[in-house]
């Protein structure tokens, strides 16, 4: 599926992240009707007013004919009766003026889901869109705001308790007028907890009973900008890093939608919240890696553990290689895979790799003096050659060699094949356990090739320039990233962030990637991969195409089940 600019996580406008509340125009909506169905009963009244800064900017009040009867017991509750709606307009009428009057307003209503159902269902009747407008419900609000000091959320109880200057009369413009100063109250209250933007106002039903809701003034000071985000505890220690394209909506995310099991423990001991402003999304995924990699918090699992990363080593500069797994790689001669997260991920690539070339399995040196009696298990069992008991040709274990360096560096199928065979053998004598076995072996092996692969194209571009559809860009080099600058071209350095790679010796593309730089390379390679449709590449020292053939996937499909 092709991605558009619109998908791209860039830094949008302010009126698209957080329009400021004094800046909002609301448009109060109530509606009466017939009842409480909007596919079968009729609305009978229908009344509006709009509101920016606390301002009153218009109103709206029309009766309307239901084309259908009005039950007496509605004409009990509102006063309307059948006299007074017969000559009054129908709804299709009336909607090409309550659409103008409503324009791009936020809409609002005390549970707006009941008159929304009804307009919408109008429009649908009359051949119109459905009301694409930003709503607020003043119901989820009140919860959340003032539940403890009425006895219920009901517009009528509310009015009277907090002495609003007009009362609900299940009329619906004095309705609306009710319903708008209780918005008003209600934000005012909301300010306590750091609303400030309508993407707050929206977003703080949501945080209704959090434990740690009164930390919410924590995010007062984030911009709805893109960058990284710290939290702190009392002393200063980090607790936290992350990043986003919006710093202030998901911060407050973690008072609300975000459910881990951490975020609690976390919130607890968070006493500061700092942040890095960057140009991109790009830029912010970065230097969250760097903090992450210098602070190592406690409550970042992703990313942290990169002092343990290992690799696996085919040991080309002796006469009869093999594989291990070792801790850090050498300039030797050698042949490298990854760094691997993880060693029972480095010991899945390693029987991957002999499963498909035999390979000898035995450790330590061997020399004429210190051989074997007998062949190793390995070889008894025919799946490795077992040069360490005598017996075997140096060319014909060279070949092998040459095999697997092939199927590692340049054909990918000649190690995948027979995995692929042995996956469905097994399958077919119904040994589903062992083929799964093999099966994430395979995965194992073609995961961490494909992003060498990657990486290592990346570092091969040397001096990189990548400009983004927002107008802002970044400079990579050898896979690193040297600069980035923002939509008005000014260049960034983060409070020194940046400056320290300047001092840095370019890494060679040449030598396996070391642990430190692993991450961050593959962060900005998977980053531009994604994008790769829609940024724009100015220069280039390297090449970025490659001539290998593509690695099949093992990855098993999630089940319907």
Request: hydrophobic share 40%.
């Amino acid at each position: 599926m092709a991605i558009k600019a619109s998908d791209l996580p860039f830094q949008r406008s302010l009126d698209d992240l957080g329009e400021a509340l004094r800046d909002v125009t609301f448009c109060v909506i109530d509606l009466e009707t017939t009842g409480g169905n909007a596919s079968t009963c009729g609305i009978t009244e229908i009344g509006a007013v709009k509101y920016k800064g606390g301002e009153c900017l218009g109103t709206f009040q029309t009766l309307v004919n239901p084309g259908c009867a009005i039950p007496p017991e509605i004409t009990v509750l509102t006063g309307i009766t059948q006299s007074m709606v017969i000559p009054a307009p129908r709804i299709e009428s009336v909607l090409p003026t309550l659409l103008e009057f409503i324009g791009n307003a936020v809409i609002v209503g005390h549970n707006i889901r009941f008159d929304l159902s009804f307009l919408n269902a109008a429009l649908e009747r009359s051949g119109r869109e459905r009301l694409a407008n930003a709503t607020v419900d003043t119901v989820p609000l009140a919860r959340r705001l003032v539940r403890d000091e009425v006895p219920n959320c009901k517009l009528s109880t509310l009015a009277e308790r907090l002495r609003l200057g007009h009362r609900p009369t299940h009329r619906a413009l004095d309705d609306a007028i009710t319903t708008g100063e209780l918005l008003h109250v209600l934000i005012e209250r909301a300010a306590g907890l750091g609303v400030t933007g309508l993407d707050d106002l929206t977003a703080l039903p949501s945080m209704s009973g959090h434990a740690q809701a009164a930390k919410l003034r924590l995010t007062e000071h984030l911009p709805r900008v893109a960058g990284v985000y710290l939290f702190k505890n009392s002393v200063g220690d980090v607790l936290y890093v992350g990043k986003a394209t919006n710093l202030r909506s998901r911060v407050r995310s973690y008072f609300s939608t975000d459910s881990r099991r951490k975020i609690g423990p976390m919130l607890r001991e968070t006493a500061h919240i700092d942040f890095v402003v960057h140009p991109n999304p790009l830029a912010a995924a970065v230097h969250e890696i760097r903090l992450i990699h210098q602070h190592q918090p406690p409550y970042n699992r992703q990313a942290k553990p990169w002092g343990r990363y290992v690799y696996v080593k085919l040991t080309l500069q002796e006469q009869w290689p093999r594989l291990s797994i070792v801790k850090d790689p050498k300039l030797d001669g050698a042949l490298y895979i990854g760094p691997v997260h993880s060693r029972s991920t480095a010991q899945k690539i390693v029987e991957a790799i002999h499963s498909s070339v035999p390979l000898r399995r035995c450790v330590g040196r061997i020399g004429t003096r210190s051989l074997r009696d007998a062949p190793c298990t390995a070889a008894q069992l025919g799946v490795s050659m077992c040069p360490c008991a005598g017996g075997v040709d140096p060319d014909e274990y060279a070949a092998i060699v040459n095999r697997a360096v092939k199927g590692i560096t340049e054909d990918p199928s000649i190690l995948c094949e027979p995995l692929q065979q042995r996956m469905m053998e097994l399958a077919c004598d119904e040994r589903f356990e062992e083929a799964a076995d093999v099966r994430d072996r395979a995965d194992a092996l073609t995961r961490t090739l494909y992003r060498q692969r990657r990486n290592d194209q990346l570092r091969r571009a040397g001096r990189l320039r990548v400009d983004l559809p927002d107008g802002s860009g970044v400079i990579i080099l050898n896979g690193e990233l040297q600069s980035a600058w923002d939509r008005n071209g000014e260049i960034e350095n983060g409070q020194g962030w940046l400056e320290e790679l300047f001092h840095l010796p370019p890494s060679s593309f040449f030598e396996p990637i070391a642990r430190d730089i692993s991450d961050e390379v593959n962060c900005i390679a998977a980053w531009l991969e994604k994008y790769a449709e829609i940024v724009s590449i100015h220069h280039c020292e390297g090449g970025l195409a490659t001539q290998l053939p593509p690695l099949p996937t093992f990855t098993p499909r999630a089940s319907n089940v």
